[in-house]
């Protein structure tokens, strides 16, 4: 199953609530940011702390276009903490960054409209 960067894409099949439980959603804050110019696509690796349970984990995104290395460090993001980890050029995405498309596909970054602590998880 591949997620769409589509608005006008049909909705995904229906499932139940037990499946949606599987995906593990959480709160984390970006502690370190840099260009990952070995990326196929403009990209930036970013280090997020999920707090004490998870810890620190690694991730990859595309999300030069909105937002710069200065502007990460320290904000809150939401991301999948229970994907396998995936190699990434030279790096290891350890969690899936999560965001919606604008209007021309670009990424905007999914985070809670209030502080919350880091490694909640989405319910």
């Known amino acids: ?9 049909p909705p995904a099949p229906t499932i139940g609530f037990d499946d949606f439980l599987e995906v593990d ?7 370190a ?3 990952f110019p070995e990326a196929r696509k403009p990209a930036y690796k970013l280090t997020i702390d999920f707090g004490p349970t998870i810890g620190r984990k690694r991730s990859s995104a595309q999300i030069t276009e909105h ?17 396998p980890p995936r190699q990434i050029g030279p790096m290891m995405s ?10 021309d596909g670009r990424v905007v970054l999914v985070a809670p409209s209030e502080p919350v602590p880091d490694g909640g998880r989405l319910f």
């Open 1 to 9: 199953m591949h997620a769409t960067h589509d608005p006008a894409a």
């Open 67 to 83: 937002y710069t290395i200065e502007a990460l460090v320290g904000r809150q993001v939401a991301a999948v903490v229970n994907f």
């Open 94 to 103: 350890e969690v899936l960054t999560l965001g919606f498309p604008d209007a």
């Open 33 to 35: 940011a840099e260009p």
């Open 25 to 31: 959603i959480r709160v984390g804050t970006i502690v």
